[in-house]
């Protein structure tokens, strides 16, 4: 089983839908994170999470939001999903623990079409 | 606004060559990480590199990291088919990594 779990892999929304992605990992780390990816454009951060009660927008967190239910779980949520939000979202896990080596650890991402 | 920018974006190179892939970066910084990604997959870590001068190497991939110049490379030697994968620096900065553009390389026989 994957370290860290993405569900859905894909899916196919309509404009002004409100729509969930979520994020599950076995990994027993506290920071998660979650990304989007553009061709092009590289990864970019939209939130990121601490612990459970500590949540921080990123640099394009404008249309989403986030939700930590568990030090385990991390979930992304567009409100009213527009076209231009059409993207691989990522979500990724750091383990503060070790601090001189916070590499990421990436779910095998999420492929979200807003027609 | 830290801004991370790799080059070449686009790099198709004949096995056996060697090339440099660069990470320029715009703020201080003394960890850099390298990741890699595979056509439809998802990322995974090659090298990290938490200091001035840090050196990297694994099979034909060396990382290298100068934080006064900031700047890291990451080096092909003999290239093979197998190591066709898009590539991407990423700079810590207070615990959030910011992510370059990505060099997708393509190895030709």
């Known amino acids: 089983d994957a370290d860290v779990t993405q569900t859905p892999r894909n899916r196919i929304t309509k404009t002004g839908k409100r729509i969930m992605l979520e994020c599950s990992q076995t990994?027993?780390?506290?920071?998660m994170y979650w990304y989007r990816q553009d061709p092009g454009l590289g990864l970019q951060l939209i939130y990121y999470?601490?612990?459970?009660?500590?949540?921080n927008k990123g640099e394009i967190s404008d249309g989403y939001s986030v939700s930590r239910q568990a030090q385990a779980k991390f979930s992304l949520s567009l409100e009213s999903a527009i076209p231009n939000q059409t993207a691989l979202y990522f979500c990724?896990?750091?383990?503060?623990?070790?601090?001189?080596?916070?590499?990421?650890?990436f779910g095998s991402g999420t492929q979200l079409s807003v027609l | 606004e830290l801004k991370v920018e790799q080059n070449p974006l686009f790099l198709s190179m004949q096995e056996g060559k060697n090339y440099t892939i660069y990470c320029n970066y715009s703020?201080?910084?003394?960890?850099l990480y390298w990741y890699r990604q595979d056509p439809g997959k998802s990322l995974e870590s090659l090298f990290v590199?938490?200091?001035?001068?840090a050196v990297k190497q694994e099979g034909r991939l060396m990382a290298s990291l100068d934080t006064k110049a900031r700047l890291s490379t990451l080096h092909i030697t003999a290239a093979v088919h197998d190591l066709s994968a898009t590539y991407f620096c990423?700079?810590?900065?207070?615990?959030?990594?910011?992510f370059g553009t990505g060099t997708s390389l393509t190895v030709i026989p």
């Open positions: 990994k027993g780390h506290d920071r």
């Open positions: 590199l938490l200091s001035n001068g």
């Open positions: 999470s601490f612990d459970v009660k500590d949540i």
């Open positions: 990423a700079v810590d900065l207070g615990n959030q990594f910011y």
């Open positions: 990724a896990t750091s383990d503060l623990r070790v601090s001189a080596n916070e590499k990421l650890f």
């Open positions: 703020t201080t910084s003394d960890r």
